[in-house]
């Protein structure tokens, strides 16, 4: 029993090390694209700082909506995720 649960547990390790790394990955590539849209904006705009102020404000709408909108739908999913992972690898 006790390596039926180590095995479960290191797979559901493994599996949330291995999205967290692609999230990393993800994100630093969306770090960029934004950086280049606030430039672009900025530039339309005649200042950097306006872009990176509209970059910003679409974010924090974004950011918004989320908390009051998707947080629990969210919250639920990640739970239903993790204890999938878990379950499923212990039936293999």
Do not use: C, P, Q
């Not at 559901?12 to 430039?39: I, Q, Y």
């Not at 908390?67 to 969210?74: G, L, N, P, S, T």
């Amino acid at each position: 029993m006790l390596l039926s649960v180590s095995e479960r547990v290191g797979s559901a390790l493994g599996t949330t090390v291995g999205m967290m790394l692609s999230a990393f990955a993800a994100l630093t590539a969306l770090l960029f694209a934004n950086g280049a849209l606030a430039l672009w904006i900025g530039g339309m705009l005649g200042g950097t700082a306006w872009g990176f102020l509209v970059v910003g404000g679409i974010y924090f709408i974004l950011f918004l909506i989320l908390h009051f909108v998707a947080r629990d739908a969210i919250r639920k999913r990640i739970t239903l995720l993790f204890v999938n992972t878990i379950l499923r690898d212990g039936e293999e």
